[in-house]
């Protein structure tokens, strides 16, 4: 080996090394801040709605404040310390990673990617917490073996499902663990009006269309009504407008005076739609035009209604957040 290649290895072990160093510090302060922004949500005896409470460390938008603010009221104790996500991807971005980081709790992690299988051992979340992390794709007949097969049955602090199709059919089926707080993700190109759902397939890919894009999930009105059935609170939803949040009833009366409102956000992101090579960026109800005849069942009849059928979807409340749109 001559001194030149000798040089050039040491060269690149000090780049990988320094690499690794900046970014450990990186994420160390990520954590850090997230930690001063907990305590401060930590302080929080009352808020005006979930939104107040929002902060963002490794959640989409501010989920992981309004978990911490929920958890701090909902007083949840030690044994049920336990969270359920579907939907993490590799499970940087996730509504339960910040919780895992500055919490210390249990907890199951799926997906259908296989980015999640490539979680180990030398991945340092591996290691230092109690987290078992699964590659699955999840359907309402599957779901609840799954979970069981994993170790984890009954009463559980937080369950997140996020599988952007058959969120709404997942829920229903969910019976392994009984989560305190749920979250589920809701499609606002729905509207807030009706109880609606994709139909359930078992091989749903949201996507797999550039119009499909926008059809996924369930309405934030069914998500409310199967809620109730399951013995549910509605809380409120991101400032976003994409997850929803619950407490089982039991739990419920502890948020008395602590959470003044509930507030539901439409969606204003933009979602990018390709065509002839060309990209638009649709939101509010350009989005809901575009899929407008595309088959939904209306979870209350079981019924198959399109949002054509349905007419009017928003609320006057949503009409007036999303204001600046063509209206329907």
């Known amino acids: 080996m001559t001194v030149q290649t000798i040089k050039s290895k040491l060269v690149s072990r ?110 340092p979340r591996y290691h230092r917490y109690d987290l078992t992390p699964k590659s699955a794709f999840i359907t309402r007949e599957n779901v609840n073996d799954l979970i069981m097969e994993a170790g984890f049955t009954g009463e559980i602090g937080l369950l997140s499902i996020d599988v952007d199709g058959n969120d709404y059919w997942v829920w229903e089926a969910i019976e392994a663990v009984r989560p305190v707080i749920c ?81 539901s956000r439409p969606a204003r992101s933009r979602i990018p739609i390709e065509a002839s090579g060309q990209v638009t960026w649709v939101a509010g109800h350009d989005g809901s035009k575009r899929i407008s005849g595309l088959p939904l069942v209306n979870t209350e009849t079981g019924k198959i209604v399109t949002l054509d059928e349905l007419g009017s979807i928003y609320s006057g409340d949503w009409l007036q957040q999303i204001a600046g749109s063509s209206l329907r």
């Open 183 to 263: 979250i589920c993700e809701f499609n606002a190109f729905f509207g807030d009006l009706h109880a609606v759902s994709i139909p359930y397939d078992p091989k749903f890919v949201c996507g797999q269309t550039q119009a499909e894009r926008l059809y996924f999930g369930t309405s934030i009105a069914a998500l409310s009504s199967l809620a109730v059935r399951k013995g549910y609170q509605f809380l409120g939803t991101t400032m976003g407008g994409n997850d929803a949040f619950f407490i089982r009833n039991d739990y419920a009366s502890r948020l008395d005076g602590a959470l003044i409102d509930v507030v």
């Open 14 to 123: 000090m780049r990988t090394l320094v690499t690794r160093t900046v970014t450990d510090q990186i994420y160390d302060s990520l954590l850090l801040q997230g930690r001063m922004a907990s305590w401060q949500v930590r302080s929080m005896k009352s808020i005006q709605s979930l939104q107040d409470a929002e902060f963002k460390v490794f959640s989409q938008w501010g989920q992981d404040g309004i978990i911490d603010w929920l958890i701090e009221r909902a007083a949840i104790p030690a044994k049920l310390h336990t969270f359920v996500e579907f939907g993490v991807f590799d499970y940087f971005e996730s509504n339960t990673h910040f919780l895992l980081e500055n919490r210390n709790w249990r907890g199951l992690i799926m997906d259908g990617d296989q980015a999640l299988s490539e979680m180990g051992e030398r991945d």
